[in-house]
């Protein structure tokens, strides 16, 4: 189960009226991701490009070793 800090979660609205700050807050985060929430339900994540850069080379590692199975 996903699990968020308190300090990673922000409306729609307060993302919209506050972009700046919330970006700023999350390329200096130690998690590197923001919860969207959206008439109290969470909609999106928003990352950090490092985070997202760390993740994307996980995908291609995985993908990597899916295929090397294959052959």
Do not use: C, W
């Not at 189960?1 to 307060?14: C, G, P």
């Not at 970006?23 to 919860?35: A, E, P």
């Not at 969207?36 to 070793?65: C, G, W």
């Amino acid at each position: 189960m996903l699990s968020f800090k308190q300090d990673e979660i922000h409306t729609a609205t307060e993302l919209v009226r506050n972009f700046s700050p919330i970006l700023d807050r999350l390329k200096k985060s130690d998690s590197g991701k923001i919860v969207i929430l959206k008439n109290n339900k969470f909609e999106a994540v928003l990352l950090s490009m490092k985070e997202f850069e760390r993740l994307q080379n996980a995908v291609e590692l995985l993908e990597n070793i899916y295929k090397n199975q294959k052959a």
